[in-house]
């Protein structure tokens, strides 16, 4: 009977946990806090056009999360043309050869809340080039989320 128990319970609650530790977005708590990032970019994207990343932040827990601060990055060649952040928070871009930085002020995210970021972004492929594939990746942190806890990825390929 210990393998029934096994079967019908801790079985099926390890494969829908497991199932979490695939998708590329990432959740984490501490002490009432349960963040959420998620970063939506299309799969492909052409050399020159340009194409939209959306970035949503949510704290589903019943703490608020102070300080609440992310880094959004975009490999080279791909740069950013412009952000549009949520009210009450703001972003500053820094474009670079090594790739693009958004820098993203949440200040508190309010228990069962979202915020929004919406990027316009462009890459250039050099003449002659073949599709590269691409990851773009955005951490999460604040008051009691450390660097590295809260991760999200998502990854395209820009197309000649």
Wanted: aromatic share 4%.
């Amino acid at each position: 009977m210990k393998n029934a128990w096994f079967v019908r319970i801790a079985l099926p609650a390890s494969l829908i946990l497991g199932s979490f530790a695939c998708n590329e977005d990432e959740v984490t708590g501490s002490r009432g806090s349960l963040a959420l990032v998620e970063i939506d970019a299309p799969s492909s994207a052409r050399s020159g056009e340009s194409f939209e990343i959306r970035v949503e932040a949510n704290n589903i827990g019943i703490s608020n999360i102070d300080r609440a601060h992310m880094d959004i990055t975009l490999p080279p060649p791909l740069m950013v043309l412009s952000v549009s952040a949520e009210t009450g928070t703001t972003a500053s871009v820094s474009n670079t050869a090594s790739g693009a930085r958004i820098s993203w002020e949440l200040n508190t995210l309010d228990s069962n809340t979202e915020s929004r970021l919406t990027i316009q972004a462009v890459g250039v492929l050099p003449p002659g080039a073949g599709s590269r594939r691409l990851t773009i990746e955005g951490s999460l942190t604040g008051r009691r989320i450390d660097p590295g806890d809260v991760v999200a990825r998502d990854e395209m390929d820009l197309t000649p």
